[in-house]
């Protein structure tokens, strides 16, 4: 059974830092990584998504890796903001079915 | 992009009553949708796999006859939280595959559902 785990739970940070999250999960048998970013009250906004082909996907300040070897997957954040304060989830894809496992998620907090 | 919209957004009522929440994906068509279940401050949790046309596939330890999930068509599915007591308030959310994509795309996720019941 699939495990994921996000550490750390929270985190905060100040404005302009550049923001590392992790997740790792157990099983490297995953078709994809996807991140999300979950805002109070909200459901989810997908940020990247990594086939277990690729090694990492970048979105302007965003930039996810992927090492299924070791069972890791790193968002990082460049340049933090305020408006970055959020929940990120990851979660690891499975073939059949397409289902997610989800990590606990880090709450994230930019100070201005 | 792909739109999936949930409704309603909020619901309070009583014990004993059937909730339903709707899924509906707005420019695509689904053939597969998800409903997640989320307590405060944790991840989600898969509950079921729906399919269109077909019965939906439950995750352990859920139960059957509790939440019923109807997939009609291809842009909608439906949860019904029957004869809700207070343990059953939750965030529920849903998500859905776009038909052509192939197993590994992403999945789009509705605003969820905020259930209290009383």
């Known amino acids: 059974k699939q495990e994921v785990t996000q550490i750390p739970a929270a985190l905060s940070v100040p404005e302009g830092e550049n923001l590392v999250l992790n997740c790792s999960f157990t099983?490297?048998?995953?078709?994809?990584l996807q991140w999300f970013r979950q805002d109070p009250g909200k459901g989810l906004t997908s940020l990247l998504l990594i086939q277990s082909s690729q090694r990492e996907q970048t979105s302007g300040r965003l930039n996810a890796s992927l090492d299924k070897s070791s069972g890791r997957s790193t968002l990082y954040i460049a340049a933090s903001q305020p408006g970055d304060s959020a929940t990120y989830l990851c979660a690891a894809g499975k073939a059949a079915g397409n289902k997610l496992t989800f990590g606990g998620g880090t709450r994230v907090l930019v100070k201005p | 992009g792909a739109v999936v919209s949930q409704h309603p957004s909020w619901v309070i009522c009583k014990s004993g009553t059937s909730v339903k929440i709707e899924c509906r994906s707005l420019?695509?068509?689904?053939?597969?949708m998800f409903w997640y279940r989320q307590f405060p401050k944790q991840s989600l949790m898969l509950m079921a796999t729906?399919?269109?046309?077909?019965?939906?596939?439950?995750e352990q330890g859920v139960e059957k006859d509790k939440f019923l999930i109807n997939h009609a068509s291809l842009t909608l599915s439906t949860l019904t939280v029957t004869s809700a007591h207070p343990e059953d308030s939750s965030f529920y959310i849903c998500?859905?595959?776009?038909?052509?994509?192939?197993?590994?795309?992403?999945?789009?996720f509705g605003d969820g559902t905020r259930l209290s019941i009383l």
């Open positions: 420019d695509f068509q689904a053939t597969t």
């Open positions: 729906s399919n269109e046309g077909s019965k939906a596939t439950y």
């Open positions: 099983d490297s048998a995953i078709y994809n």
């Open positions: 998500s859905a595959r776009e038909v052509q994509g192939a197993v590994g795309q992403p999945q789009h």
